[in-house]
């Protein structure tokens, strides 16, 4: 069914108005740590407090989980972190030119555990892809999930991707609970490390339509 031209105008401008704010939010040829789906902000609030010198945001689509980790930054009287409301492929094209990742948080990204839903998980070939070409040689990207099958899928994706290499001896510089891992019994973790290997400019990320909103 086609879009109607008035929903279609509505995403053209938020996308706008996320330009905007990012070209004054960051500054060409930063180089960000960047945690998809921050939540209630705990981790990236601990990490940024950890890392002075990392510029860090946090990307979420649910305002009120921003506006609490807006105020646990406040508390913490903390610059270099940021909370931005986005859906994170809007965000990552959004992205201001020269504006690199040095780190990728996915931290118990929703599941969308039915097999028909999979293609909205936020890990898959495309947007790895598209990760890739905006990380140097050695951007790590860390991916925690509750959820073995999610994990597994990523990582046997990853090694066949050639852009990102797992690295099982990598450490995990914090740990800092967070909402989803506290409701957690168990959960699995991965460290993978981009190569040099160039990513494929037609598995890049296209401009898309929201996914609807995650389950959780
Ligand atoms: C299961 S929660 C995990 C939150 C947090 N990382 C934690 O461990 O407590 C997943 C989070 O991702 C957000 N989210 C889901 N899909 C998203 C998307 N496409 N872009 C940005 N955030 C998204 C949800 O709003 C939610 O806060």
């Given at each position: 069914m086609p879009f109607q031209p008035e929903f279609l105008a509505r995403i053209a401008e938020r996308r706008a108005a996320l330009r905007t704010e990012l070209a004054t939010l960051l500054p060409a040829r930063q180089a960000i740590t960047w945690e998809i789906g921050s939540g209630h902000g705990?981790?990236?609030?601990?990490?940024?407090?950890?890392?002075?010198?990392?510029?860090?945001?946090?990307?979420?689509?649910?305002?009120?989980?921003?506006?609490?980790s807006g105020k646990k930054r406040d508390r913490a009287r903390l610059t270099n972190c940021h909370?931005?409301?986005?859906?994170?492929?809007?965000?990552?094209d959004a992205l201001p030119p020269g504006v690199t990742l040095q780190e990728i948080w996915v931290l118990f990204p929703d599941p969308w555990p039915?097999?028909?839903?999979?293609?909205?998980?936020?890990?898959q070939a495309e947007f790895l892809e598209a990760l890739a070409n905006r990380s140097g040689e050695g951007t790590r990207l860390y991916f925690r999930t509750d959820h073995a099958e999610y994990f597994r899928a990523v990582a046997l994706l990853l090694p066949e991707l050639k852009t990102w290499?797992?690295?099982?001896?990598?450490?995990?510089?914090?740990?800092?609970?967070?909402?989803?891992?506290?409701?957690a019994p168990a959960y699995q973790s991965l460290v993978a490390i981009r190569t040099s290997h160039p990513a494929t400019p037609a598995e890049t990320t296209a401009p898309r339509l929201p996914p609807p909103v995650g389950p959780r």
């Open positions: 705990h981790f990236l609030v601990q990490y940024a407090a950890a890392f002075p010198e990392k510029f860090c945001v946090g990307v979420d689509i649910i305002r009120d989980r921003l506006n609490r909370f931005v409301q986005a859906e994170a492929r809007e965000f990552f039915k097999k028909r839903h999979h293609k909205n998980r936020i890990l290499q797992l690295d099982p001896a990598a450490p995990w510089p914090l740990e800092q609970e967070t909402v989803f891992q506290a409701r």
